[in-house]
T-cell receptor
Framework: RKEVEQDPGPFNVPEGATVAFNCTYS??????FFWYRQDCRKEPKLLMS???SGNEDGRFTAQLNRASQYISLLIRDSKLSDSATYLC???????????FGAGTQVVVTP | DAGVIQSPRHEVTEMGQEVTLRCKPI?????LFWYRQTMMRGLELLIY????????DSGMPEDRFSAKMPNASFSTLKIQPSEPRDSAVYFC??????????????FGAGTRLSVL
């Protein structure tokens, strides 16, 4: 089993709609998690951190289910600019090493 | 504040040539990471340093790859000799590691390498 698994998508979403997708992780000891966003031909950038049961930042909500070992990301009122690949990220050691998932592609259409 | 700075942004070279990629981490960050990204394999961690010391280089694909961090503000990734399969985007990232894990990494814009 991979350390971090994501549905690659693409998720095709009409503008204004809601989209949600999950990420599963294998290390039950992981305490914190991240969602990064990567635009085409750009570097990954932090979208949000998840330290407890979840986090909300504007239209973006991340939820953590420790029992089932998955993290979800929900995007409300999708904008064209939300089109990107969303990377689920799990820390793996105390030196700062992060394990990146392969990413979920979201395409928001007019 | 300046972010992570990588150079060059693009590199085109011929097979067999030496390639050197450079990275300047964010000032005050004590961990530095080198990644490679391709469509087939996604984002792969090659090597990372903490306080200029290599911690884990198990991701370095072959002996052709080497990385150094001579001081807190500079690191290089060298490929010698380069091969077409090394073509990828190479990212450098840095973080302020507290020793408890879970630290945010900040990425440079990457170096797009094409080996002909």
């Amino acid at each position: 089993r991979k350390e971090v698994e994501q549905d690659p998508g693409p998720f095709n979403v009409p503008e204004g709609a809601t989209v949600a997708f999950n990420c599963t992780y294998s290390n039950s000891a992981s305490q914190s998690f991240f969602w990064y966003r990567q635009d085409c031909r750009k570097e990954p950038k932090l979208l949000m951190s998840v330290y407890s049961s979840g986090n909300e930042d504007g239209r973006f909500t991340a939820q953590l289910n420790r029992a089932s070992q998955y993290i979800s990301l929900l995007i409300r009122d999708s904008k064209l600019s939300d089109s990107a690949t969303y990377l689920c990220v799990v820390p793996t050691d105390s030196w700062g090493k992060l394990q990146f998932g392969a990413g979920t592609q979201v395409v928001v259409t007019p | 504040d300046a972010g992570v700075i990588q150079s060059p942004r693009h590199e085109v070279t011929e097979m067999g040539q030496e390639v050197t990629l450079r990275c300047k981490p964010i000032s005050g960050h004590n961990s530095l990471f080198w990644y490679r990204q391709t469509m087939m394999r996604g984002l792969e961690l090659l090597i990372y340093f903490n306080n200029n010391v290599p911690i884990d280089d198990s991701g370095m694909p072959e002996d052709r790859f080497s990385a150094k961090m001579p001081n807190a503000s500079f690191s290089t990734l060298k490929i010698q000799p380069s091969e077409p399969r090394d073509s990828a985007v190479y990212f450098c990232a840095s973080s302020a590691t507290s020793g408890r894990g879970g630290n945010i990494q900040y990425f440079g814009a990457g170096t797009r390498l094409s080996v002909l």
